[in-house]
């Protein structure tokens, strides 16, 4: 067990300290690095024009990233961000927004930008008029490109 302490010591004495971009080892006289700030401006805005729903009918079948669609969740199908990425949705008209995450690709109408589920439809107020005019505003970072993947509209 000694042995097996006193390589594991070994070990890491050996490793690199920690050093900054100049590769100078930070120590008790030297700072660490600031973390980068997050900017404070909002998000912009992805898009504007109708959405619709989808729910009963969908409920439990898989969606194009392979989960299972829940109609309770707050998730929504969009033709070309991410799967995963997380979207302010607002309704102009009555004021109110939720965030949703895409997981699905649709809407498969033409003119649609946006197909939520049937708890974030409820939740902006859509379900007795099945389509809106809504704003569509990132909530995160989209994630950086993988290679041979497009970001943003295809």
Request: charged share 20%; hydrophobic share 40%; glycine share 12%.
């Amino acid at each position: 067990m000694r042995a097996w302490a006193a390589l594991l010591l070994a070990g890491f004495a050996s490793c690199g300290a920690w050093a900054d971009e100049a590769g100078e080892p930070f120590g008790l006289d030297k700072p660490l690095p600031e973390t980068p700030q997050l900017s404070a401006s909002p998000s912009p805005v992805v898009e504007e024009g109708p959405a619709s729903w989808y729910g009963l009918a969908f409920h439990g079948r898989r969606t194009a990233s392979g989960e299972r669609f829940d109609m309770k969740a707050f998730t929504a199908a969009h033709p070309w961000l991410p799967f995963g990425t997380r979207v302010l949705v607002r309704n102009p008209r009555n004021g109110r927004s939720i965030v949703v995450r895409i997981n699905d690709r649709g809407p498969h109408v033409a003119g649609r930008i946006i197909d939520l589920s049937h708890a974030a439809a409820q939740a902006l107020g859509l379900l007795g008029v099945g389509t809106r005019s809504v704003v569509l505003t990132l909530a995160q970072e989209l994630p950086p490109r993988r290679r041979g993947q497009q970001q943003g509209r295809p």
